[in-house]
């Protein structure tokens, strides 16, 4: 049976009733083809929206904006930037968080003048990752600890006054699973530092070209490279440099303790020409958790040290990040 539009006026064909089953089956189909053409339009709505989302010339950047936090345990304002999800401002929508420590002879602006915020930017638009908050704190060079003299406890203000002001200031998920701790350089080694000492504040941590030495020469050389080392270490390390307090603190000492840190997800890497022979470290950190059998992450790919190396594998720690952070959210919204 062919069906027939039904124009007004227009009765139907002469000896069928409008209750009889041929004309029924008319307008069933008629609804049926309707039903068909709106969700192919859906279809393709949604598939132009996501288009749209993934194009990086429509998807939105992340927002940077700087200020500071006074400190009772420094005697100072301490400076950080934050860089928030493009909606925040116009959502309600809480986020993990990823604390990234610039490295030495750097300040937190490094995170947008070398190129992190850029490689950030990049993957969101791409989306390899999801959104989340990133708190970019000034530690001029105390690589995160507290100092030696007891001056400087740069520690004790991350994670007793930082980390509890970023949770009331912003929209964050105050939980281990869904904060993170990244760094370079002399930041990769406080990632992991403050990562190992403080997993009940951190659930995962990355490091690039972190600042791992095994041991110093005996007795210490002034010039060349270990000059260099004892220079920049002596303002938080001791002057001279007290080793004991050195291996104290170094992540690879922490890291023959990893029951001390039973859930802390890592992943470090470094580059296998690093100017500064960290991959040695590196690797040392990797043999020291393989012999307590502790599952993580080590990638040791071509570069030298620097932001020229950061800037090509950057993008791996803030996808491992992000996959964690997505499996808390999920978590919470009770998505298996």
């Known amino acids: 049976m062919?069906?027939?539009?039904?124009?007004?006026?227009?009765?139907?064909?002469?000896?069928?009733s409008r209750k009889s089953a041929g004309w029924m089956r008319c307008f069933r189909r008629a609804a049926w083809n309707q039903q068909i053409a709106g969700l192919i339009l859906l279809i393709l709505v949604v598939l132009a929206a996501t288009a749209v989302a993934r194009d990086p010339s429509q998807a939105a950047p992340s927002q940077l904006s700087c200020s500071s936090v006074a400190s009772k345990i420094l005697s100072r304002q301490v400076d950080y930037c934050v860089d928030l999800p493009a909606n925040y401002q116009s959502s309600n929508f809480r986020y993990p968080t990823l604390?990234?420590?610039?490295?030495?002879?750097?300040?937190?602006?490094?995170?947008?003048?070398?190129?992190?915020?850029?490689?950030?930017d990049r993957l969101l638009q791409r989306g390899k990752i999801g959104p989340f908050v990133v708190i970019l704190p000034d530690a001029d060079n105390s690589f995160y600890v507290n100092s030696y003299d007891g001056r400087d406890r740069y520690e004790d203000f991350f994670i007793q006054e930082l980390v509890p002001f970023i949770d009331r200031k912003y929209r964050t998920y105050a939980d281990?699973?869904?904060?993170?701790?990244?760094?370079?350089?002399?930041?990769?080694?406080?990632?992991?530092?403050?990562?190992?000492?403080?997993?009940?504040?951190?659930?995962?941590?990355?490091?690039?070209?972190?600042?791992?030495?095994?041991?110093?020469?005996?007795?210490?050389?002034?010039?060349g490279r270990w000059g260099f080392y004892a220079r920049i270490l002596e303002e938080s390390f001791g002057n001279p440099l007290n080793e004991a307090y050195w291996d104290a603190n170094s992540p690879l000492?922490?890291?023959?303790?990893?029951?001390?840190?039973?859930n802390?997800?890592?992943?470090?890497?470094?580059?296998?020409?690093?100017?500064?022979?960290?991959?040695?470290?590196?690797?040392?950190?990797?043999?020291?958790?393989?012999?307590?059998?502790?599952?993580?992450?080590?990638?040791?790919?071509?570069?030298?040290?620097?932001?020229?190396?950061?800037?090509?594998?950057?993008?791996y720690s803030l996808i491992f990040?992000?996959?964690?952070?997505?499996?808390?959210?999920?978590?919470?919204?009770?998505?298996?």
Request: include cysteine.
């Open 253 to 262: 000492t922490l890291a023959e303790h990893p029951e001390t840190f039973p």
């Open 2 to 16: 062919r069906c027939l539009t039904r124009q007004k006026g227009v009765s139907p064909p002469a000896g069928r």
């Open 176 to 223: 281990p699973g869904a904060r993170g701790i990244s760094g370079v350089s002399m930041g990769g080694y406080g990632s992991l530092h403050l990562a190992m000492r403080h997993p009940d504040v951190f659930g995962s941590v990355s490091a690039q070209s972190a600042a791992l030495v095994a041991g110093f020469p005996h007795p210490m050389p002034t010039t």
């Open 99 to 120: 604390y990234f420590l610039h490295g030495l002879f750097e300040n937190y602006h490094a995170w947008d003048e070398k190129g992190g915020k850029a490689v950030f």
């Open 264 to 315: 802390l997800r890592i992943f470090f890497g470094v580059g296998i020409h690093d100017r500064y022979g960290f991959e040695n470290g590196a690797e040392l950190l990797d043999k020291i958790l393989n012999e307590h059998e502790f599952p993580h992450t080590f990638a040791l790919r071509p570069g030298n040290h620097g932001w020229a190396y950061e800037r090509k594998y950057l993008k």
């Open 321 to 336: 990040h992000w996959e964690i952070f997505k499996a808390y959210e999920d978590q919470e919204a009770g998505i298996k």
